[in-house]
């Protein structure tokens, strides 16, 4: 059993930065696939950012490529997103999400039935 906790979301104006940090109570942390996912009010959760064990493969949603990057610290057993040139429409609750290997890289890797264990979210609000 993996527990996940996030930490690092908060308010920011548009063109802003964020770390988003996920911090995993599992020793054998590294042979797990992690993802960021987010959902806004009223929309299904998204695949926002996936990497697979040891690092050797991740993958973005498009609407976010070139300005998210995520990675794992696996001596220390967290995944992180960070995020540049925030926009509005990245306002959500992000959740990060473990699935033990083999990971599936691409598109289906950001599929939420894929993943077994999931944190509780922490919000990210960006005004314009």
């Known amino acids: 059993q993996v527990h996940l906790v996030e930490s690092g979301g908060g308010s920011v104006q548009a063109g802003g930065s964020l770390r988003l940090s996920c911090a995993a109570s599992?020793?054998?942390?590294?042979?797990?696939?992690m993802t960021w996912f987010r959902q806004a009010p009223g929309k299904e959760r998204e695949g926002v950012a996936t990497?697979?064990?040891?690092?050797?493969?991740?993958y973005y949603v498009a609407s976010v490529r070139g300005r998210f990057t995520i990675s794992r610290d696996d001596a220390n057993n967290t995944a992180y997103l960070r995020m540049d040139s925030l926009k509005p429409e990245d306002s959500a609750m992000y959740y990060c999400?473990?699935?033990?290997?083999?990971?599936?890289?691409?598109?289906?890797?950001?599929?939420?039935?894929?993943?077994?264990?999931w944190g509780q979210g922490t919000q990210v609000t960006v005004s314009s």
């Open positions: 999400a473990a699935a033990k290997v083999p990971c599936v890289t691409g598109l289906p890797g950001l599929e939420p039935a894929r993943y077994n264990y």
């Open positions: 599992e020793s054998t942390y590294s042979r797990y696939c």
């Open positions: 990497i697979s064990a040891a690092g050797v493969a991740s």
